[in-house]
Each structure stands twice: as C-alpha cells, then as structure tokens.
C-alpha cells in the first residue's frame, strides 16, 4: 500500500538509517549518477537571482493532482519525482545544496493548476517546477512560467505542436507515439477501419486531428467514428453502442484518468473484449490499471516508451527502489517514470550550467549535451529542442495489469512540429 502521509516517512533507528542510503544509492543507476561526479568549485560564484536557494537548499515545487479525476494518474508522478530528489539527497544533493520541495494540488483543475504555479514563482521563488500531467494544465500554467521566466519539467506524453525556452518534455510527443502506433497496428492487424474515441480537452482532440490524417493519408485507411466524453464521464453507452454497429478493425483510444475505470468495465460489459476486438490506446499505463483492473482490458494494446515489466537492471533497480518508499503494491506507468527523469536532468544541466539561473540551465540543456545513460527506460539524451530521444513500445495488457512487450522502435528523435500534421 501506498503511504497515507508520504512527507512523514516511517522512524529509522541509526543502524536502518546506514542499511538504507546504501540500499538507495544501489539502487540508482550508473548513468544517473554521472552527473554527480563534477567539480563543484563553481557552487560559490552560484547566481540565484533571486531563486529560493542558499548555501545549504535550494527548493523546487512538486504540482500534480493529488485529488479529482486526474489523481488515478498524476499520483504516480509526484512519487517518482519525490524519490529521484531523495536519491540525489542521499547523495550530496545539487551543486552541495539539499533539495527541498514544496507541494501543491492542481485538484484537477487548470485554473487552479495556474494559481499554484504562480504561488511557486513568485511567492516561493522554487528553482524549478516538476508537474502537469494534462495538456490542459500545461497550457494553463505555460504563461505564467514564460511570464516569470520559471523552469517546468513536464512528464506526459503529449500531442507536441509546442516548445518553450521555459519547459523541458520528458515524455513523448506525437511522432513518438501516435504515428509509431498507428503504423504498428495497421500492419501487424492489417487495419484498415478506426474509431477514435477521447476525453474532451486539447490533448485528445489534438492527438485525434494528427491520427486522422496519418490514417487516411498516410496509411490508406477510413475513420469511421470520432467522439469525446467530458473528463470524469462514467457513461459509455451510447459510444459502445456504435462502435458495435462499425464494426471498426481498431478502437483508438485516449480516454483519460478515472473514466477509464467505466470505459473498460461497461466495454467488458457489453462483450467487446480483446477476443473479438482490436483496441489500442494511447492513454492507458499501469497507474490507471491499478484502478480499472487487468482483468477489464486483458489483451488489449498500449503505446508508450515505457512499461514498469521491461527487463533490465536499470529498470529493476528502479522498481525495487519505489516500492521500497512507497509500498509494494504500488506500480509504475509511463509518466511515473519520464517524471523520475526530470529531477536527473535537472541536476545534470545545473551542474554543467555550474549554477541554478534558469536562463543558464535551459542554456546547458540545449547544449545537446545531457543524457541518462541508464535510465529505466534505457538510453535517453534531451535534444535542443527540449524534447527526449525515446523508443516506442507497444505492451499487450494481462491480467495480473502488467504488459507483455510485443513491440519496440529503435529511437526515435523527437519532431514537435512533424511536416504535414499542424
């Protein structure tokens, strides 16, 4: 089970203390720490200007939805981000500082998304931003970070069409992920007939406008349907009803956080399983699994860059590492682990930057310069556009709400503004 107060963790006694930073600096890949071995000389000319930091902290600011529909999936994330900063603690901390952070609910909503990252820049002064998870959200906060020229490490997949000097991209965006899909599935099912079906704000729609056009004009097939739901929607019925009378070859799916639960459930319910039907989302991780149940879309396809199954001892020693501080019943989704890179990358573009002006660290992470070696995915470099280079791979769900990998792309670079889909 998950903590019930994680900013309070359980006493140690001093000998346990010892056992477990060296259990957690184990645990940390090699490729990760990296970036710890620097010269830190350049700490004492640090300029700050004005950020939150001192000789011994510099504070950053944690900002998902830890409540509303949006927590099935955001949790995750801010659990990831709060045990990289702890491993980068144990191990001396950034440019010798201790990392503090300072959390805020987005509760699901964006204005309220652009109230508390306001409060982060201006009032707090946090040194960077680790959040959103929506699209929506981004967007929403995304004038007040330009504004307050404030740092965001966003963890999502996302549609793309967008770079900013003041966000760093560490899912995927849409080349990434909906076309590698879309290819997949048409050749490996021979599809030829989608019905798209997503939640109602901007990254369904938009992700929807980019498949559209890959599968009529680049793939050769039909959409024979294409509705959205408001988020939080638990009514499914009249959707399922004309899925069954297309008879589509795929369902395309980006419904999102909780109303997936009675998306899978009333499609299960209706007799539409992975038996008699091909579904590939591109919304659906492990976080939601945990609520929606393996059982309510067992074989039923995911695209994403990464799955908490994957078979390497970077990514076993970082599932080992997260459920030993947030409980063994706890799984990992995609954006669980691109949010455990943001804080990595950070640090390593702070140290190459030798200072924590933003203006200086997006300099440094543009630089082309800034890679995880070993991170849970495998190999991953920021590119100066400010987006990963990352594999897609398709994860065929089982019961037990883990993936079989069916497919992995070689990397792919990121491309924000892909030729013929803006």
Known sequence: MRLTNPSQPRAKSPSMKRRSLLKSLCAIPAGLLLATHMNF?????????????????VTVGILHSLTGTMAISETGAQEAEKLAIKQINDMGGILGRQIKIIQEDGASDWPTFAEKSKKLLVKDKVAAVFGAWTSASRKAVLPVFEKEN??????????????????????QEATQQILAGLDWVAKEKDAKTFYL???????PRTSMKIARKHIENVLGGKVVGEEYKPLGNTQFGSVINKIRLKKPDVIYAAVVGGSNVAWFKQLKAAGITSKKQTLLTISVTEDEVLGIGGENLEGFYSIMKYFQSQDNPNNQAFVEAFKEMW??????????????????????AVEKAGSFDVDKVVAASE????????????????????HLWSKARVGQWKKDGQVDVVFESGLIEPDPFPKGYQ
């Open 327 to 348: 409980g063994d019943d706890s799984v990992i989704g995609d954006v669980t682990q691109a949010a455990y890179l943001g804080p990595w990358l950070w640090k390593a």
């Open 41 to 57: 000389a350049a700490a004492d000319g640090v300029n700050t200007t004005g950020l939150a930091v001192t000789d011994t902290e």
């Open 367 to 386: 630089t082309g310069n800034i890679e995880l070696t070993t991170a849970p995915e495998g190999y991953v470099k920021l590119h100066p556009n400010h």
């Open 150 to 171: 404030g740092l965001l490490y966003y963890p999502t997949f996302y549609e793309g069409l967008e770079q900013s000097h003041n966000v760093i991209y560490t899912g």
């Open 197 to 203: 079906i997503g939640s109602d704000y901007i990254w």
